[in-house]
């Protein structure tokens, strides 16, 4: 599904965000990208949608170079990859059904299918019932189920949650996983960037911890910090 | 995926975004009113001069003299071959106690031209109308290469004036138009880059999601033409009543003055203050969503 080859970011300031990441990902996976603040998580999911693209190495996602897409052709890239966020960016005067049905509006959907999709992804999520709320009107948990509606109601192949649980108390926390562990048993691939020790310990999945730009550890059935 | 399919998404969208920026759409569209206004009133000022030069130039007409003992067969010779000069309307000859005959009815009240003289002194002429008064030195040029022509005359002095004077309002009025143009262009660029600013996010999450970029441009353009569409509108409809007001007035109390009032003229005139909207506001909203996308790549 994914393969990074000899990627490195070095940006014009001369931070080097990622040095030398060698990283392969098979279909269906759920991998945990860990490590501290400024480690490089951030910008290895963005290579992936081509928000960034490397200084060096190659970047492939389902067998599309991404490093070599040109400019016209990364919005067909990005139909493909869902993305959830810490901060959920979700359009505030907009609601809960027209910030997800968005997400297909401007791929150019048929009517029918749009709506047929929005709903079946707000049911998935268990927030078919604030469909007409606005974001204001929603807690932060609410918001993030919104936000990954909004990722996968085209139904991506591989999905990129970027501290997902970053602004959520315990509870939600542990909801918000399991509704990714239960997105990722639908055969999406699942890559997630976190500092949270506890969801990582809790899950025990792939961990592919990252320090200084550089792959300290990739350990299947991992925990947040090697033992 | 075509433009028609996703018309509806784009509009509802263009609305949203002149409703969100409110006061700053009205004074945009407030500027492309009294910018199109301008050029409107330029247009039909124009169109009115060059009425008023044309129907001048159709009275001015070149007298030609040919020699007094000029045959009539060959007067009727040389009136087809000056007809058929390019530019020339009308020939008619006038025979010099015709001409005689003019004089003395226009003068003849005034002084008794016995006391002055028996004989009719005038020559036989012919009197040319041109098509146009710009032809005007060129056709008085090729009669008077005819052998039998002694004297060719006509106001070329006045038509030449009132053409340099047109010809300037012309290049000044088209400066101004231009300078006019560019500078609704920017404000309406502005006012949309400011609803661009305020729909960053929106425009983020549409790349995010794979939008193109010629998807994510629709709506800014379709808020300019909107923006152009409602000043054109106003813009016509403000010229439509004060043109026609002022026509009325001059047809009472300048009658002889020869002002446009051909609705076919005056609805190509419109017209183009229309579409003169309507490409400002597609040209804006297209040039104001540009640079942001330029950034983001």
Known sequence: MIELKHVSKLYTNGVEALLDINLHIGKEEFVFIVGPSGAGKTTLMKMLYREEVPSSGQVIVDRVNV????????????????????????????????????????????????????????????????????????????????????????????????????????????????????????????????????????????????????????????????? | MSVLSNLEFFVVEALRSIRRSGLMSIVAIGIVIISLTIFGMFLLFMANLGNIVAFMGSRLDIVAYVDKDLTADAAQVLQTSI????????????????????????????????????????????????????????????????????????????????????????????????????????????????????????????????????????????????????GGAFGIMILKFSYESVLARIKDALPFLPVVSDPNVLTLIYLSVGITGVLLGMLGGYISVSRILKEKG
């Open chain 1, 67 to 227: 490093t070599e897409l040109t400019p016209d052709q990364v919005p067909y890239l990005r139909r493909n990859i869902g993305v959830v966020f810490q901060d959920y960016k979700l359009l505030p005067r907009r609601t809960v059904y027209e910030n997800v049905a968005f997400a297909l509006q401007v791929t150019g959907a048929a009517r029918s299918q749009i709506r047929r999709h929005t709903m079946q992804a707000l049911e998935l999520v268990g927030m078919l019932k604030r469909a007409s709320s606005f974001p204001e009107e929603l807690s932060g948990g609410e918001k993030q189920r919104v936000c990954i509606a909004r990722a996968i109601v085209n139904n991506p192949p591989l999905l990129l949650a970027d501290e997902p649980t970053g602004n959520l108390d315990p509870q939600t926390t542990f909801e918000i996983m399991e509704l990714l562990d239960k997105i990722n048993r639908r055969s999406t691939t699942l890559i997630t960037a976190t500092h949270n020790k506890n969801i990582v310990d809790m899950m025990k999945r792939r961990v592919v911890q990252l320090e200084a730009g550089r792959v300290i550890r990739d350990q299947q059935l991992g925990t947040y910090s090697s033992s």
């Open chain 2, 83 to 230: 007809s058929q000069i390019g530019g020339v309307d009308t020939v008619v000859y006038v025979p010099k106690e015709e001409a005689w005959k003019n004089f003395r009815e226009e003068f003849g009240a005034k002084l008794d031209l016995r006391e002055v003289m028996d004989e009719n002194p005038l020559p036989n002429s012919f009197s040319i109308k041109v098509t146009s008064p710009d032809v005007l030195p060129k056709v008085a040029e090729s009669v008077a290469n005819f052998a039998d022509v002694s004297e060719v005359r006509y106001s070329g002095k006045l038509i030449k004036q009132i053409q340099t004077m047109v010809d300037a309002v012309r290049l000044g009025g088209l400066l101004l138009s231009v300078l006019l143009f560019f500078a609704t262009l920017l404000i309406v660029v502005n006012t949309i880059r400011l609803t661009v600013l305020a729909r960053e996010t929106d425009i983020y999450i549409m790349r995010l999601v794979g939008a193109t970029k010629s998807f994510i441009r629709w709506p800014f353009v379709i808020e300019g033409v909107l923006m152009g569409i409602m």
